[in-house]
């Protein structure tokens, strides 16, 4: 199975700063069609998990700008640019290329 | 909207069948899966379902023991889940992600506890 590796995983931050999180995986995330199934989701407290980002770098519909992907193969990041008190949550990644689908262990953001 | 039932304490070894009823979205036409989560633990994606049904895929941990399917005609995603195991306890999430992943649907999950 692919293994996806999220850092770091707990991440304090201040209200308005940046934050961002790193995950990589053990193997290229590029499809046989050529997009790259690497996408982001957050869990706030006590609700199901919602995606943010897909295929890297697409931004979900309500989802606000101040959230952003990046990255190609092994290597992506998300970034918030200023973080938002309703940010608090675990955000994961998520590989969609190789079956079985597998997510990253979770990033745990709270606020400073 | 998906919503699912079936959820509850199962003794090891037991079965039990989960019920995702969706709507609001193309259900026929959608793949269909199961996430579950363990009690403070991270996601794990366990089983997929094509749009006919013809074609499922399981993670490890439940092949053999979990079928899942589908009744497009009643817009429902189940999950037969038999012998059951303690580190099956967790709650469980049917997702939808649309056509080629441009889209993002999940129920508010079902828990399931197996203990005796």
């Known amino acids: 199975d692919v293994v996806m590796t999220q850092s770091p995983l707990s991440l304090p931050v201040t209200l308005g700063q940046p934050a961002s999180i790193s995950c990589r995986s053990s193997q290229s995330l590029v499809y046989s069609d050529g997009s790259t199934l690497l996408h982001w989701f957050q869990q706030r407290p006590g609700q199901s998990p919602r995606r943010l980002i897909y295929?890297?770098?697409d931004r979900d519909s309500g989802v606000p700008d101040r959230f952003s992907g990046s990255g190609s193969g092994t290597d992506f990041t998300l970034k918030i640019s200023r973080v938002e008190a309703e940010d608090v949550g675990i955000y994961y990644c998520l590989q969609g290329t190789h079956w079985p689908y597998t997510f990253g262990q979770g990033t745990k953001l709270e606020i400073k | 909207e998906l919503v699912e039932s079936g959820g509850g304490l199962f003794q090891p070894g037991g079965s039990l069948k989960l019920s995702c009823a969706a709507s609001?979205?193309?259900?026929?036409?959608?793949?269909m899966h199961w996430v579950r989560q363990a009690p403070g633990k991270g996601l794990v994606w366990v089983s997929r379902?094509?749009?006919?049904?013809?074609?499922?895929g399981y993670a490890d941990s439940v092949k053999g023991r979990f079928t899942i399917s589908r009744d497009n005609a009643k817009n429902m995603l189940y999950l037969q889940m038999n012998n059951l195991r303690a580190e099956d306890t967790a709650v469980y999430y049917c997702a939808s992600f649309g056509i080629d992943w441009n889209g993002d649907y999940w129920g508010q999950g079902a828990l399931v506890t197996v203990s005796s």
């Open positions: 379902i094509n749009t006919d049904g013809g074609f499922t």
């Open positions: 295929k890297v770098s």
């Open positions: 609001g979205f193309p259900f026929s036409i959608y793949w």
